[in-house]
């Protein structure tokens, strides 16, 4: 066994975990529609809306009527062509998540190349199973979003400076690392820090000469503008800004709801708040994204971070101890990765307290990778090779039971209440469709479903794929006459039970956007309640009671 398993052995146990990867993954293409609709993010169908536009030569917009750049432009390049092969909404998405499923497998197989070369064999092999059946690394990898191509372009740099970069790079080296980080940084713009960290980290390297500082930054800096300049050139002519409308969208949500609770950011009030967010909050949604997950609940999650910490606090001890100098040399050439990842963290916990658990993509590649280092290198101090290779073995088998388990297909697909109401959407977008003139315009919030499904013209009134002419309507209170201006035919609404016989109380302050959103969106429908005739009203569950989704004709310009 320990000759089979030997250095040569790597292809096979790649193609193994690939293929775990893509056998727990593509069987979510023969889920129904609804399903699928109902565990995706809205946003994603803001990309295949874009895309769709894209492919049909129609240019950068969600609504066929306003421009935008609210998106990250790598994840749109690489799905527009599959728009070239279908005009089938529901067939389009499967084919985009058959190609998430690909690019996942890509991930599966650098993170093996990268735990190899940080822990040896038996350690790569773990990581990448457990990476390719965990549940949450399912969710991401197949939630239509461009997270599932972020991190395959940070595993790509990642395994390019272990295996490439350490520890004498050619000079060829860094230009194709300076590549590798403007396709990152395409992929999600928060990697431009990462380049910006990976100069910054050569500069400090006092070991080497100045000269060959300033040419290896030289080298990975004008690959990287090559490719990421024109885009954002693009962004500042077209739009005026540099950076992307729904990031700046998102910051004034944050400045008039959460933040605006504040008198002032250094604050005490504030203080305590974000250090409650960074230390209570953000933690808990990191291990739970990260490994409880995968391990189920109850007692087994505390079992297994207690072992992980106690690995980690003997490694960490016996570290300054040991003689392992390859260990150290190669975790000295990914400096700039935990200062990354720290740099993420505090910037969305001080400035978004609203976010998402795929924002920390660059902290869930972190703390896998260290934690693959300390459990590598206990496993090669304390195991002999066939006692190490049966631990591993034990572990991946009790992690694919735990993913065959929790598979929505052999649970068959539930639908969960909590997300019931996204199923309601997605059949009001098919009633739009049915019962809406070809030419309509309708305007709506949360937009992405209702413009992919119903393929009519559809105004994203959150702004976050539009542009600032709707942020200016927005900061102005002017939404009402937005919509005029706009000879908009319908608007879909689900914030208020009834906007046009209760005037709506005004209140900005809000952890949460919708909260920040909806004082506006009621006021604007208030203000214009003669223009409205209310048409349908589709109820989130069978509580007649509960919110809607009301669905309006303007009746009058």
Known sequence: MTKFLSHRSHRWLIAVAVLAAIAVRLPYL??????????????????????????????????????????????????????????????????????????????????????????????????????????????????????????????????????????APPPSAWVKLGVLLGFTALARWDSLFLAGLMGVWLLCQRQRPLRDRLQAVVRIGVPFALIVLPVLLWNKLTFGHFTPISGRVKLWYQQVGYLSQFDSLISLEYLRAATHTMFVTRPKMLLRDTVLSAWGRGKEPIIALTALALLMTVFLWRRNRSHDKHLREKLKCLDPYPAFAAFIYTYYTLCFHHMYSYYMLPITFCLWLMGAACIGSLLERWLSPRWSWGVVAVISLFTLQRAVSHHPLWRGAPLVRSVQWKVKRYRLALWLKQHTEPDA???????????????????????????????????????????????????????????????????MHSENWYDVVEPIAAEALWANRRYLKLLRRVPFDENKRGRAFYVYKMVKR
């Open 30 to 167: 023969w889920l129904s529609t609804e399903y699928l609709v109902s565990r995706m993010p809205d946003d994603a169908f803001y990309y295949f809306t874009i895309t769709r536009h894209l492919a049909r030569g129609q240019g950068s917009t969600f609504d066929g009527l306003n421009l935008t750049n609210g998106y990250h432009p790598l994840w749109a390049i690489v799905q527009t062509p599959v728009h070239w092969l279908t005009a089938d909404p529901p067939t389009a998405l499967r084919l985009i998540l058959a190609l998430a499923t690909l690019i996942s497998a890509v991930t599966v197989a650098l993170l093996f190349l990268s735990v190899k070369a940080l822990a040896g064999q038996r350690t790569a092999f773990l990581v990448a199973v457990v990476w390719a059946l965990h549940p949450s690394m399912q969710h991401t990898d197949l939630s239509g979003m461009e997270t599932v191509l972020y991190g395959a372009m940070l595993a790509a740099t990642f395994c390019f400076c272990v295996t490439r970069c350490c520890p």
């Open 441 to 507: 315009i309708i305007a709506a919030w949360n937009a992405g479903v209702f413009g992919y499904f119903s393929e009519r013209r559809v105004i994203n009134l959150d702004g976050l794929v539009n542009n600032d002419e709707l942020l200016d309507a927005l900061k102005s209170r002017r939404l009402g006459d937005y919509l005029r201006e706009k000879r908009v035919d319908y608007v879909v609404d689900y914030f208020l039970r009834d906007h046009t016989r209760t005037r709506p109380h005004l209140t």
